[in-house]
C-alpha cells in the first residue's frame, strides 16, 4: 500500500506555485495500488494529479490527492512504416516525445516542450503547432473508479475536440488514465503549416527539415513566447481561442480590419484569445504578485506568491471585459479547482 501523507503541500506539484493543501496525498503506479488506496479513501473526493500544469488551486483540496507515476514504455505493434508505442501516463510527456524523435518515430514533434505528463494528454487533446494529439491516437486504459475495472477507449470512443474530450465532459472524475497508445510513423510527414515553424526554420538556415528540426523549431518559439513555470508561474494559454460566427467577425472587423482570424469551415471561424485580450489592453498588466505575462496575454501569471483566487478573479474581470468589448465570452482552458 503506497504511503498516504496528511495536510500535505501542493506548491511543487501546480506549475502556477499555489500555496495550498491538500487532506491526503500519495501516489500510484498500478490498479493494484488504486484498489487498495480507493477501499480506504471511498468517501473522499479524489483528484488525478500529472504535472499540475493545467490547474488553478483556489483553496485547498478537502479529498485525497493521487499522483499518477504509471511508467514505462514498451512497443506493441510494428511493421515497416507505423510502431504503435504502449506508454505509461506517468511518464513525463516532453521526455517521451524527445525519447521517440531518438528513436526517428514521427507524429509528436510538433508537440515538444508541453509540459504535463502522458496521462493528461487525451484529456484536453493536447495540440500545438498545427497538430493535436488525436492524430497519432491509438487508444487508452482507463481505470474506472466505480468498478475498479480497466477499460479501453478508442480515438472515436475519447470524442476529442478542440482542447476537448469525453473525460472532460460526461466522464469527468469517473475514470483514471494509467495508459496512452500512440500511432507514430517511420516514413514522416513534416508538418510546417503553423506559419511561425517555416519562419523559424529558416532562420535556422534548414531547408529540408527532419522531425528533429521541427522539434527543435517548435523548441525555439515556444521558448522565445511562453513563461518557463521553473521562473514564473504559469499554466499555459489560461482559456481557449474562441470559436464564432461570421456575423461576429465582420462586426469585429468594422472597428479592427486587422484582427487575425482563422477559418474552420464557412460558419465558423477562431479568433486568436491573446489578441482580443491584448486590444482589450491587459497584455503585461500587473497587479501586485500575479498579472496577464507581457509578451503572451493569453498567459496569466503568478510573480511569486499569489492566491488562486487572485488569478481567477482576473480571469473573471477578463472575461468581463471581452465581452463587454467584442461580445465574445471567452471560456476558461485551465480546471479551476
Ligand atoms: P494536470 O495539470 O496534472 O491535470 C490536468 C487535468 O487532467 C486535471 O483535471 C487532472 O485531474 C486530470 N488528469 C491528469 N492526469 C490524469 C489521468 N491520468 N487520468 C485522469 N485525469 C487526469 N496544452 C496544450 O494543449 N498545448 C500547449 O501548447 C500547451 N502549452 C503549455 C505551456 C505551458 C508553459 C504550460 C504551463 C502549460 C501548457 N499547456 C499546453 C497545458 C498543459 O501542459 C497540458 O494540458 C498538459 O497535458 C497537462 O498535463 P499535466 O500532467 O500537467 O496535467
Ligand atoms: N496574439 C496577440 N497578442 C498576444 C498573443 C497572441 O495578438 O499577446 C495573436 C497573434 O495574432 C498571434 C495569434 O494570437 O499570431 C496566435 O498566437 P500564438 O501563436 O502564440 O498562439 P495562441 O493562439 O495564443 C495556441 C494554443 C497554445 C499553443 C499555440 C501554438 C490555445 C488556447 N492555445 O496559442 O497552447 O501552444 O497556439 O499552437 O489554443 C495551451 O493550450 O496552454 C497552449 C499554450
Redesign the pocket.
Known amino acids: 500500500m503506497p504511503e498516504i501523507k496528511s495536510n500535505f503541500s501542493l506548491k511543487n506539484f501546480n506549475t502556477f506555485s499555489i500555496d495550498v493543501k491538500c487532506k491526503f496525498f500519495t501516489s500510484f503506479t498500478c490498479s493494484i495500488d488504486l484498489n487498495q488506496i480507493l477501499s480506504k479513501h471511498s468517501n473522499d473526493s479524489l483528484l488525478i494529479l500529472g504535472g499540475g500544469s493545467?490547474l488553478l488551486f483556489t483553496k485547498d483540496f478537502e479529498g485525497i490527492v493521487l499522483k499518477n507515476e504509471v511508467l514505462g514504455k514498451e512497443i506493441i505493434e510494428e511493421d515497416d512504416s507505423i510502431i504503435l508505442i504502449k506508454v505509461g501516463a506517468g511518464e513525463n510527456w516532453h521526455e517521451f516525445v524527445m525519447w521517440c524523435i531518438d528513436n526517428n518515430y514521427g507524429g509528436l514533434e510538433n508537440l515538444s516542450l508541453?509540459p504535463g505528463n502522458v496521462g493528461a494528454s487525451p484529456m484536453q487533446n493536447?495540440?500545438?503547432?498545427?497538430v493535436e494529439i488525436q492524430d497519432v491516437f491509438a487508444h487508452l486504459t482507463a481505470y474506472n473508479i466505480e468498478t475498479g475495472e480497466l477499460e479501453v477507449f478508442d480515438n472515436k470512443a475519447c470524442e476529442f475536440g478542440?482542447?476537448e474530450s469525453v473525460f472532460k465532459r460526461k466522464l469527468k472524475g469517473k475514470y483514471i488514465i494509467m495508459h496512452v497508445v500512440y500511432r507514430l510513423s517511420k516514413n514522416h510527414v513534416i508538418k510546417t503549416k503553423?506559419g511561425?515553424i517555416n519562419a523559424e526554420l529558416q532562420k535556422m538556415k534548414v531547408k529540408d527539415p527532419s522531425i528533429r528540426d521541427i522539434s527543435n523549431a517548435v523548441i525555439n518559439i515556444?521558448r522565445s513566447?511562453?513563461p518557463d513555470p521553473n521562473e514564473i508561474g504559469n499554466?499555459?494559454?489560461f482559456?481557449?481561442?474562441p470559436v464564432v460566427r461570421k456575423d461576429i467577425v465582420d462586426s469585429i472587423k468594422n472597428k479592427y480590419p486587422d484582427i487575425?482570424v482563422y477559418e474552420l469551415d464557412n460558419q465558423a471561424f477562431k479568433i486568436?484569445?491573446?489578441?482580443l485580450?491584448?486590444?482589450a489592453g491587459w497584455?503585461g498588466k500587473t497587479f501586485d504578485n500575479y498579472g496577464v505575462h507581457k509578451?503572451?496575454?493569453?498567459?496569466l501569471v503568478n510573480y511569486s506568491d499569489a492566491k488562486g483566487n487572485n488569478i481567477y478573479d482576473l480571469s473573471s474581470k477578463i472575461i468581463a471585459d471581452i465581452q463587454s468589448k467584442f461580445e465574445i465570452v471567452l471560456e476558461r482552458?485551465v480546471n479551476v479547482i
Open positions: 493545467n508541453i493536447i495540440g500545438a503547432y498545427g478542440y482542447r503553423y511561425a515556444r513566447k511562453l499554466a499555459g494559454s482559456f481557449k481561442n487575425p486568436p484569445a491573446g489578441w485580450i491584448e486590444t497584455k509578451n503572451q496575454a493569453l498567459v482552458e
